[in-house]
């Protein structure tokens, strides 16, 4: 099992800045992909950026050249460093971790989620 406990959310101006940053503990596995989602009310879960183990990396279109994801692959950490925020950014934002595991001769791919971080946008 793997455990995501996310930090950072706040309430922020249109234009400002936040850092979130996920830390993950547990049983987890050296290639992995780590990625941030969000969902506002009424809304779906959708992807916002991911950063694989090899730190590639994938953003949303609607967060490209405003986020930027990093990682600590020493200390299972990533982060998401959000800036020139909107107010449809507001959500909550959550930390996934997608790994394939292989527990007693078995391979199988698994997906954990944080419990999440509110990011409000507002004046």
């Known amino acids: 099992q793997v455990q995501l406990v996310e930090s950072g959310g706040d309430l922020v101006q249109p234009g400002g800045s936040l850092r979130l940053s996920c830390a993950a503990s547990?049983?987890?596995?050296?290639?992995?992909?780590m990625g941030w989602y969000r969902q506002a009310p009424g809304k779906e879960r959708t992807l916002v950026a991911t950063?694989?183990?090899?730190?590639?990396?994938t953003y949303a279109d609607s967060v490209k050249g405003r986020f930027t994801i990093s990682r600590d692959n020493a200390r299972n950490t990533a982060h998401l460093q959000m800036s020139s925020l909107k107010p449809e950014d507001t959500a909550i934002y959550y930390c996934?971790?997608?790994?394939?595991?292989?527990?007693?001769?078995?391979?199988?791919?698994?997906?954990?989620w944080g419990q999440g971080t509110q990011v409000t946008v507002s004046s």
């Open positions: 950063i694989s183990s090899g730190l590639s990396t």
């Open positions: 996934n971790l997608g790994q394939v595991a292989v527990r007693n001769a078995v391979r199988r791919s698994e997906n954990y």
């Open positions: 547990g049983s987890i596995f050296s290639f992995n992909t």
